[in-house]
């Protein structure tokens, strides 16, 4: 761990997720735009925590204080380090946390040309940890090739793979 004033820069952790995050969010308030008046649009809540880095200290505390009631939360897609993809590979793992998810993601799955790297199970322990723990469905997407610069002052951001990072 490194002491007060010594934080690394995160570049990739956790910036690179929170980017993916606000692109996103850009992307569908766009295309939401688009839509009818009248269309049946689901509504998605974006948030971005502060992950394990200091004991998911924000999504502990959002699970117990929900802006809308827990149930109604259909799935929560966590984005951590993602803008420093190799080799065209991204490890996705959770599908088996929520019914159907394998079938809902297939299209978008297909049409990527990252590799998907995706266990047989749930890993990392990251902010989808706290909702995994109340029985929310979570995706869990990060880089499947670690760098040697995680939580070191080397991990700024012009080692980035910004297209790379746009394709999450």
């Given at each position: 761990r490194w002491g007060a004033g010594t934080r690394p820069p995160g570049a990739d952790d956790n910036a690179s997720g929170t980017a993916s995050v606000l692109l996103l969010a850009d992307l569908l308030a766009r295309g939401y735009e688009e839509l009818?008046?009248?269309?049946?649009?689901?509504?998605?809540?974006?948030?971005?925590?502060?992950?394990?880095?200091?004991?998911?200290?924000?999504?502990?505390?959002?699970?117990?204080?929900?802006?809308?009631?827990?149930?109604?939360?259909?799935?929560?897609?966590?984005?951590d380090m993602v803008g420093r993809i190799t080799n065209d590979r991204l490890l996705l793992s959770g599908m088996e946390t929520g019914t159907g998810l394998p079938e809902?993601?297939?299209?978008?799955?297909?049409?990527?040309?990252?590799?998907?790297?995706?266990?047989?199970?749930?890993n990392g322990a990251s902010d989808h940890s706290s909702f995994l723990a109340?029985?929310?469905?979570?995706?869990?997407?990060?880089?499947?090739?670690?760098?040697?610069?995680?939580?070191?002052?080397?991990?700024?951001?012009?080692?980035?793979?910004?297209?790379g990072g746009t394709q999450t």
């Open positions: 009818p008046a009248d269309a049946d649009a689901r509504s998605v809540l974006f948030v971005c925590f502060d992950a394990e880095e200091s004991g998911l200290n924000g999504s502990r505390y959002y699970v117990t204080d929900p802006i809308v009631p827990l149930e109604d939360h259909a799935l929560m897609i966590n984005f809902l993601l297939a299209p978008a799955m297909a049409n990527t040309d990252l590799e998907l790297v995706i266990p047989n199970s749930m109340v029985g929310i469905p979570v995706l869990f997407s990060i880089i499947a090739d670690f760098h040697d610069d995680y939580h070191t002052p080397a991990d700024v951001a012009w080692k980035l793979n910004t297209e």
